[in-house]
């Protein structure tokens, strides 16, 4: 049972995974609201189909509507950051940018009183940072005027990518501090596509139109958020939770892997070494609250 599980947890990385490259090309069918909007709905009904309607009257108020709101704005600033990217190469930009957020996590655990810091947290942190100026410039550091140059050119992406990156970590403290076990994932996905419709509808004006090719991606990205949910929370609760948690941190890495192959973006070598910067950065800061957590 417990070898499944793990299993189960670690098929959701991989459907996360697969996330990014889908959404930009949905998106750049449908357009950034209507395309997400479709995603998180369908998502968000898929998951009560499979694990059935939330009791979200027992659930506490803070959790409910406190994360919720922090889960919805991040769902609807991630989707637009993607949808917004000006190219494909963008778009993995920002996907990278987002990818910061395992250090903003910790740093907030910290702040928290959740976590005791230590030199290898921030060392983890400065390395992952370092990751992302060195993907931005191409490795070479000397060139961070060109990054400022592109951010001007298109800085909501990027604005909307890091302001996620942030409020996922808020919402990762905030529900392990006062979420007490509860799970309304389901809930927050729907609403979050019932915000992106109503935008559509107020400020978008163009006609929706879904051909065969775009149907099936979504389709398939609506059921991997569903089951990447469902089964990561079935692995983390009966699985090995120490290996799916250091398996995690390889997300960045398999979800740039697969959007480059998807979108058809060739990325140079140092893009690559600032995500494994990025990836490394995160694990230390794991092993780092680990050993913190082990000499409380």
Request: net charge positive.
């Given at each position: 049972?417990?070898?499944?599980?793990?299993?189960?947890?670690?098929?959701?990385?991989?459907?996360?995974?697969?996330?990014?490259?889908?959404?930009?090309?949905?998106?750049?069918?449908?357009?950034?609201?209507?395309?997400?909007?479709?995603?998180?709905?369908?998502?968000?009904?898929?998951?009560?189909?499979?694990?059935?309607?939330?009791?979200?009257?027992?659930?506490?108020?803070?959790?409910?509507?406190?994360?919720?709101?922090?889960?919805?704005?991040?769902?609807?600033?991630?989707?637009?950051?993607?949808?917004?990217?000006?190219?494909?190469?963008?778009?993995?930009?920002?996907?990278?940018?987002?990818?910061?957020?395992?250090?903003?996590?910790?740093?907030?655990?910290?702040?928290?009183?959740?976590?005791?810091?230590?030199?290898?947290?921030?060392?983890?942190?400065?390395?992952?940072?370092?990751?992302?100026?060195?993907?931005?410039?191409?490795?070479?550091?000397?060139?961070?005027?060109?990054?400022?140059?592109?951010?001007?050119?298109?800085?909501?992406?990027?604005?909307?990518?890091f302001s996620a990156a942030i409020l996922w970590?808020?919402?990762?403290?905030?529900?392990?501090?006062?979420?007490?076990?509860?799970?309304?994932?389901?809930?927050?996905?729907?609403?979050?596509?019932?915000?992106?419709?109503?935008?559509?509808?107020?400020?978008?004006?163009?006609?929706?139109?879904?051909?065969?090719?775009?149907?099936?991606?979504?389709?398939?990205?609506?059921?991997?958020?569903?089951?990447?949910?469902?089964?990561?929370?079935?692995?983390i609760q009966k699985g090995n939770i120490l290996?799916?948690?250091?398996?995690?941190?390889?997300?960045?890495?398999?979800?740039?892997?697969?959007?480059?192959?998807?979108?058809?973006?060739?990325?140079?070598?140092?893009?690559?070494?600032?995500?494994?910067?990025?990836?490394?950065?995160?694990?230390?800061?794991?092993?780092?609250?680990?050993?913190?957590?082990?000499?409380?």
């Amino acid at each position: 049972m417990k070898i499944n599980a793990t299993w189960f947890g670690l098929m959701a990385i991989l459907f996360w995974s697969t996330s990014i490259g889908l959404m930009r090309t949905i998106t750049e069918s449908l357009g950034a609201s209507a395309g997400a909007a479709i995603i998180y709905t369908l998502g968000g009904l898929l998951i009560i189909c499979f694990k059935g309607v939330p009791k979200v009257w027992q659930f506490s108020k803070l959790y409910l509507y406190g994360c919720g709101a922090i889960f919805i704005i991040y769902e609807i600033l991630l989707s637009q950051s993607i949808g917004y990217a000006q190219d494909r190469q963008q778009t993995l930009e920002v996907t990278m940018l987002n990818y910061a957020w395992p250090c903003f996590t910790v740093i907030g655990a910290i702040i928290f009183k959740l976590q005791k810091s230590n030199k290898l947290i921030w060392l983890g942190i400065a390395l992952a940072f370092l990751g992302i100026i060195y993907s931005l410039t191409e490795g070479n550091l000397t060139f961070i005027h060109s990054i400022i140059f592109r951010i001007q050119l298109n800085p909501i992406p990027y604005l909307f990518a890091f302001s996620a990156a942030i409020l996922w970590a808020l919402f990762c403290c905030i529900t392990r501090k006062y979420g007490k076990g509860e799970d309304a994932t389901s809930v927050f996905l729907f609403m979050t596509g019932v915000f992106l419709w109503c935008k559509y509808f107020i400020f978008d004006n163009t006609v929706l139109t879904i051909n065969f090719s775009v149907g099936l991606e979504v389709i398939f990205l609506s059921l991997a958020m569903a089951l990447g949910y469902s089964f990561w929370n079935y692995g983390i609760q009966k699985g090995n939770i120490l290996l799916l948690s250091i398996m995690s941190y390889f997300t960045p890495l398999l979800s740039i892997f697969w959007s480059s192959l998807w979108l058809g973006v060739a990325l140079s070598v140092a893009f690559w070494l600032g995500m494994l910067m990025v990836t490394g950065g995160s694990l230390l800061c794991y092993w780092g609250s680990r050993k913190s957590s082990l000499t409380k």
